[in-house]
């Protein structure tokens, strides 16, 4: 599986932005999908994830402001961000995880860098 992130960016302080992640190959491996964010004072963390059924998972510092969703006809998962803050700056890492069925091993894209202006 290969996951490809796009739509990071520079946006001022209250903005929004949407992030897409495109996965080709084995998709039919992909269970949960999902968001993580890296900063240079933070471990790699999530943000949001969705199941292919559709149920989702927010970090609390997030919750009400950002949506993930999910496009399973294209592989394709989005995070719509809203009222961003310069506390969400870092890189953003899409993540794919695979059915127990086919293994324990993670997928991930490229990280993409978001950047809040105050």
């Known amino acids: 599986v290969q996951l490809q992130a796009s739509g990071g960016g520079l946006v001022q302080a209250g903005g929004s932005l949407r992030l897409s992640c495109a996965a080709s190959?084995?998709?039919?491996?992909?269970?949960?999908m999902g968001w993580y964010r890296q900063t240079p004072t933070k471990q790699r963390e999530l943000i949001a994830s969705?199941?292919?059924?559709?149920?989702?998972n927010y970090a609390a510092s997030v919750k009400g402001r950002f949506t993930i969703s999910r496009d399973n006809a294209k592989n394709t998962v989005y995070l719509q961000m809203n009222s961003l803050s310069p506390e969400d700056t870092g890189v953003y890492y899409c993540?794919?995880?695979?059915?127990?069925?086919?293994?324990?091993?993670?997928?991930w894209g490229q990280g993409t860098q978001v950047t809040v202006s105050s």
């Open positions: 969705i199941t292919v059924g559709g149920n989702t």
């Open positions: 993540n794919a995880d695979p059915h127990p069925f086919y293994g324990s091993i993670s997928f």
């Open positions: 190959g084995t998709t039919f491996r992909i269970n949960v």
